[in-house]
């Protein structure tokens, strides 16, 4: 079965570069998440999108942005890097909003340098 | 806002015993789902079992249950027949329902428990 895809699975950025993250939800699933879970802790939420448009924001910083597309998968622009978002970055999708499962991706992995 | 607490921070038990891990939560809403999710060493996040705030029975899935006290805020996760397997990082985790037909609040998770099963 076809699960969430995330890209890159690793990327290693230099402090103030930009870095995208790419999530690829579970076909026909419609809500997307994006938590970000530093070293030894647990995942903080983020921002998620439920058709297309943002449903609920978490503690994402003001120089990190995120959209979902028409064909649903989302991107997570991160800019102004520091060494603290060094983290791994998950995406989750479910169908139709909050209370079903949400299927995880495999993360990915940032380390800002 | 709100918060759950995993008072355990390591377990440790033998195969095939039974292990119990805790969670209680703190929340003003009264339509909530709550969850126990997986993390093995692969950093992979697993759904373990999931829990609607509204529906008395206590979830099973297999060797897992849970005993939902909604009075105490108190959501603990049996698992019988411990297996090697099942070695992880376990996180309890909160979700409002925002609305029934879609929405989608994000998860509050605890701090986790790392469950270690010994052969």
């Known amino acids: 079965a076809a699960g969430v895809i995330q890209s890159p699975r690793h990327l290693i950025k230099e402090k103030r570069e930009t870095a995208t993250l790419k999530c690829y939800p579970i076909?026909?699933?419609?809500?997307v998440y994006w938590y970000q879970q530093g070293p030894g802790q647990d995942p903080q939420f983020l921002i998620s999108f439920y058709e297309k448009m943002q449903s609920d924001k978490g503690s994402i910083p003001d120089r990190f942005s995120a959209q979902q597309f028409s064909d649903y998968h989302s991107e997570l622009n991160m800019s102004s890097l520091e060494l603290g978002d060094s983290a791994l970055y998950f995406c989750?999708?479910?169908?139709?909003?909050?209370?079903?499962?949400?299927?995880f991706g495999q993360g990915t992995r940032l380390t800002v340098v | 806002a709100q918060t759950v607490t995993q008072s355990q921070p390591e377990m440790s038990v033998q195969e095939a015993e039974t292990v119990t891990l805790s969670c209680t939560y703190d929340t003003s809403e009264s339509n909530y789902y709550l969850f126990w999710y997986k993390q093995p060493p692969s950093r992979q996040m697993i759904l373990v079992i999931r829990q609607e705030a509204y529906k008395q029975q206590n979830a099973t899935e297999n060797r897992f249950s849970v005993n939902f006290q909604k009075a105490a805020k108190s959501f603990s996760l049996k698992i019988s027949d411990s297996q090697l397997g099942d070695t992880a990082m376990y996180f309890c985790a909160f979700m409002n329902l925002m609305y029934s037909g879609g929405g989608a609040d994000g998860l509050t998770f605890g701090k986790g428990t790392h469950l270690i099963i010994q052969p």
């Open positions: 076909p026909r699933h419609d809500t």
């Open positions: 989750a999708s479910s169908l139709e909003g909050g209370g079903t499962e949400a299927f």
